[in-house]
């Protein structure tokens, strides 16, 4: 079917005064919007608030004026922050360690009691270090991925902060697109879930540099990271049939592969 962009603001002032029509009859929401990054919510945390969490706000009280059947909600697994064990499994008490974390986590709070006092079935996804094609590649707050890119196109070494041992959950973004779309079609027994969306197994980011097969120069330690992350996925099979089909070996090829199609690293 056709597809049909709207540009509009997430203000409170601006979204709620007037409807869009064709939001009129919409049976699903999907609130994938923010200001991503934790360094750009450290540098801006009163514009990355106004973003992630009165944006998500606004997005479900549009969503309980609409009376949508189910909203969704991507939130982070930065929300997680420094935990004893992993995996990282929906019930762990959340222990954010920055600002972008802490807003995630206001969202679902929000998401949480919008669906106890108004009745919306609502789904949140916990998502983990999504990558693939078109994914963010412009100003100061890449992903690391996206970095290297650039570093190689620029012939520089890739850049990585501490001694590289810190993990990460990669998640290929076609596997994400599978999960959210199972969401609407899933049967829910609770109206409101937390899922992890992730690789479900956990990659150094050394590791990941080798597959891009350059040099690498090493950075003094970012404090605001957490050291390591691995996404436990068993809800999601559960509840979604959903699980990640895509390697790291083959998510990275296919991310090369465009990027170099589309003159970004040549």
Do not use: C
């Not at 203000?11 to 009859?25: D, N, Q, R, V, Y």
């Not at 099979?237 to 465009?258: A, H, M, Q, V």
């Amino acid at each position: 079917g056709k597809v049909k962009i709207l540009k509009v603001s997430l203000s409170i002032e601006k979204t709620l005064k007037k409807i869009p029509k064709i939001l009129e009859s919409t049976n699903f929401l999907f609130h994938l919007a923010a200001l991503p990054r934790i360094e750009r919510s450290i540098d801006d945390p009163i514009g990355t608030h106004q973003a992630n969490v009165e944006g998500t706000l606004v997005a479900l009280e549009l969503a309980r004026q609409l009376k949508i059947k189910r909203f969704f909600f991507t939130s982070s697994s930065s929300v997680y922050g420094i935990q004893k064990r992993l995996p990282l499994f929906e019930s762990l008490l959340p222990n954010p360690q920055n600002t972008y974390a802490y807003q995630k986590l206001m969202g679902e709070y929000y998401a949480e009691i919008y669906s106890r006092t108004y009745s919306l079935n609502i789904i949140i996804f916990r998502l983990f270090n999504v990558y693939g094609p078109r994914m963010f590649s412009k100003g100061s707050y890449k992903l690391v991925f996206t970095k290297w890119l650039e570093q190689i196109k620029n012939r520089e070494p890739l850049t990585i902060y501490g001694k590289g041992d810190q993990t990460r959950d990669f998640t290929y973004i076609d596997d994400v697109i599978k999960g959210l779309i199972l969401g609407m079609t899933s049967e829910l027994k609770n109206p409101f879930e937390i899922i992890n969306l992730g690789g479900g197994q956990q990659k150094s980011i050394k590791e990941m540099a080798k597959l891009f097969k350059k040099n690498v120069q090493f950075l003094p330690p970012r404090p605001y990271e957490e050291k390591f992350k691995e996404a436990d996925i068993q809800k999601a099979k559960k509840i979604l049939g959903w699980k990640p089909e895509t390697s790291i070996d083959r998510g990275i090829k296919n991310l090369l592969n465009y990027y170099t199609t589309y003159s970004t690293i040549r």
